[in-house]
């Protein structure tokens, strides 16, 4: 017969379901959102400006979260805060284009992120086949029609089709632990 060895303290199902904090599936103790952002921090993404037009003109956020998601069919995914003022006005539109900034565009991210300003007053755009804007300049660009918007924590997790894309030569804006890199 083996001789089984006791679980060190602490460390079974039973201790870590039971610990202060415990709050993940499974009894894992769950991670606070300052300590996930500083973690997530350390993934470099580009930074995009998803936007929309409706009767009252153009509306714009700049987003980090953004992906591929398919390419048969041709899909992206965004999410947008619950807090966002602007992607409601996108959402009623059904559809929105992505504007991939490049790295010369980094002053676009930081407005495009300010609540309650005309973001688009003195920037170059131009109308998608959906009649969202495309910012000037843009390293790349994709226009899209909504398909999905899913309740995501405290985001919306947003799929979309796209129907029409490009691109420039250029680099990409990027954001990596808190800050604009080149």
């Known amino acids: 017969m083996d001789k089984q060895e006791p679980a060190e303290a602490g460390n079974d199902a039973a201790s870590l379901a039971a610990a202060p904090g415990a709050g ?13 952002r500083h973690v997530m ?11 929309g037009i409706d009767e009252l003109g153009p509306v714009g956020l700049t987003c980090q979260s953004f992906f591929s998601l398919s390419l048969d069919p041709p899909l992206v995914a965004i999410a947008p805060s619950h807090t966002s003022t602007s992607w409601p006005r996108i959402a ?5 284009a992505v504007s991939i900034l490049s790295a010369q565009q980094q002053e676009l991210s930081r407005s495009f992120s300010v609540s309650g300003i005309d973001k688009f007053e003195g920037v170059a755009w131009r109308t998608a086949h959906t009649g969202s804007p495309i910012i000037e300049g843009a390293l790349a660009w994709v226009d899209c029609r909504i398909e999905k918007v899913h309740e995501a924590g405290d985001h919306y997790l947003v799929t979309a089709r796209v129907l029409h894309a490009g691109h420039l030569d250029g680099q990409p804006l990027l954001y990596y632990r808190g800050q604009y890199v080149a």
């Open 41 to 51: 921090g350390h993934f470099a993404s580009g930074i995009v400006i998803v936007g």
């Open 24 to 36: 993940a599936p499974g009894g894992v103790p769950a991670v606070n959102a300052e300590e996930l």
């Open 92 to 96: 009623a539109q059904g559809a929105f």
